[in-house]
Nanobody, 112 residues
Framework: QVQLVESGGGLVQAGGSLRLSCAVS????????MSWYRQAPGKQRELVAQ???????NYADSVKDRFTISRDNAEKTVYLQMNGLKQEDTAVYYC??????WGKGTLVTVSE
């Protein structure tokens, strides 16, 4: 059974930082690209960042130079380091693996 479990969300002031984690089980983790998505209230889910099997990365323009995606294949975990958070980053953040699998999300709320 494939499971993706996000953690690390919370309430932070604008300009602050958070680090999200997504622990994966039931997959040969190192074989798959991993992604972070987010969905803000009333908006569609959007891709935030992606990391390939070979550690290549891709970011949404809105988070470039502020967010960093990384992975630890030994720990089967993907991370999203978020710095310089803005109110518009407020959303539920989801981990996605191997295209078909999603976590349940973790809420990030950025206050003034």
């Amino acid at each position: 059974q494939v499971q993706l479990v996000e953690s690390g969300g919370g309430l932070v002031q604008a300009g602050g930082s958070l680090r999200l984690s997504c622990a994966v089980s039931g997959l040969i983790f190192s074989n798959y690209a991993m992604s972070w998505y987010r969905q803000a209230p009333g908006k569609q889910r959007e891709l935030v960042a992606q990391i390939g099997r070979g550690y290549s990365t891709n970011y949404a323009d809105s988070v470039k130079d502020r967010f960093t995606i990384s992975r630890d294949n030994a720990e089967k975990t993907v991370y999203l380091q978020m710095n310089g958070l803005k109110q518009e980053d407020t959303a539920v953040y989801y981990c996605r693996g191997a295209i078909a699998y999603w976590g349940k999300g973790t809420l990030v709320t950025v206050s003034e």
